[in-house]
């Protein structure tokens, strides 16, 4: 007996594959242009190369896969349509490709003109993703906390947009004011509200639902997020009335947060109902682990008023949570997207009368070798581990590190690549008959 | 119950809750109706059962957090008896 599946609002396959293939892309050039440059793009946090290499992971890599990832589990999670995907998804994803690589291209090869084309298309991009995803957001019948905290991370990614297109004024427009304390704020709206907002959004689904747990308690999927947002709020507000217990307390908050989020993530992966393994289990444990180091830190440094390791926490929180958390996604979303239209295929064939040209459709965990997988996550955990102690001792482990990212992100982006092959070359096979 | 099938899928990873279900209520028989057993409200579902003709009823569950019933849309005798059993007080 065949299940009969049909798409349902899910989009077409283009239009999440398109945004996930494209992020490895990105997370490879950010390795290779650390590795032309050598350790000296390190010798402080301003440097045109860091700042380069930086941008390539948090727009290239993250917000390039967290958007296509939406584009996929908005419809599945809540049942919403979005309106013409096709072309929506291939005008944000083309403006955010272009926005991304010559943000990063002017800060290399200090070329102003670059600047203006980076945030008039990142403006034109987030601001198209934002208004259409939360349009359909506010108008699906679903009360979840997931479709809260997606609403807050898009006003997340707005507020870290803005600030980021106020401060790129000063590179592109010498006369313009350059305005650094907004950095920090620019960082903690992107990373804890945008980044961290959205994975808790879709961790509250996909590790009850693919990890077999317990789901998270109520109260803490109800007030975790609104939490962090109040904090990132009062950070805000301290730009205008600097008060200094204010900004303690408000770190502090956010550490706490972050700390419960990641015990209690690590809590229900330990106790799951099945305990087999699972590679996107490796990732999301490496991905709390990253974020309780990072909690911990911040929590310390709120109680002992020393300078933050800004280098250091930046590679906890950007490779070792977000992009550990994206890659270890990517292992479920893009094999359950080739199984779910090829399964879909079929059903049309038979709902036709042509039985005879259905195709094998593989199981989800073989449409990408669980090997393969394993190999990537190695690289991927070795190239945290050296980049943490390069962070310390640059001159030391700078180009290990380099080169194991170099490997971590090539092997993903050929593992992405072969899965995308795959479902090519079975779309051949039902059309030759 | 001679009629029912019971499906627990409580403990199944994405999609075999989903294609199981499919699969069990393709092959149910006049009188028959489907108790899916599942640790949370079914993803996809209800649209594919939509699409294939077939009626479900969710409510809380007694041994797994959501049961599912699922029969046939024209068969009355499977619809009456999912009504006696939800309607049943526990």
Known sequence: MHAGLSLQQSPPFSVPARFLVSAPLFGLLAALVMLWHGPEMLSNRWTSELLAVTHFLTLGFLAMSMLGAMMQLMPVLMGMMIPRPVFFSGIIHAALFLGSASLGMAWLLHINALFMIA?????????????????????????????????????????????????????????????????????????????????????????????????????????????????????????????????????????????????????????????????????????????????????????????????????????????????????????????????????????????ASQIKVPHMRKIIPEAAGLWQFRAHLASLILLLLTALWPQWFFYPATVLFVIAQALLLFNLSSAVRFYRAKLAELASG | MPGEILLDVSELEPPEPLTLTLEAAASLQPGQYLRMLHRREPCMLYGNLDEQHFKYLQCKGTVSAVEVFIWREQDQKAAAVVQSIVDTPI
């Open chain 1, 119 to 355: 945030m008039a298309s990142l403006l034109f991009s987030f601001s198209m993703f934002i208004m259409m995803a939360a349009e359909r957001l506010l108008r699906t019948p679903s009360r979840h906390a997931t479709r809260t905290l997606m609403l807050l991370a898009l006003l997340s990614l707005a507020i870290t947009a803005g600030l980021g297109l106020y401060l790129a004024m000063s590179y592109s427009d010498a006369a313009f004011p350059l305005a650094r304390q907004l950095t920090s704020l620019h960082l903690s709206w992107g990373l804890l509200g945008w980044v961290g907002l959205l994975i808790m959004a879709v961790a509250y689904q996909v590790i009850p639902m693919f990890q077999i747990t317990n789901p998270y308690p109520l109260m803490l999927q109800r007030w975790l997020g609104w939490l962090i947002f109040f904090a990132l709020i009062t950070l805000s507000l301290i730009q205008i009335w600097p008060l200094a217990i204010l900004k303690t307390i408000s770190h502090l908050l956010l550490a706490i947060c972050l700390l419960i989020f990641a015990l209690t993530t690590f809590w229900l992966l330990h106790t799951r109902r099945r305990q087999l393994p699972d590679l996107t289990l490796n990732f999301w444990r490496l991905a709390m682990v990253s974020l309780a180091l990072t909690a911990l830190i911040g929590l310390s440094l709120s109680v002992s008023g020393m300078k933050p390791p800004a280098l250091l926490l930046g590679v906890l929180i950007i490779h070792g949570f977000a992009m550990t958390t994206v890659n270890g996604m990517m292992y479920k979303i893009m094999p359950f997207l080739i199984w779910l239209h090829l399964s879909s295929r079929n059903k049309t064939l038979r709902d036709n009368d042509q039985r």
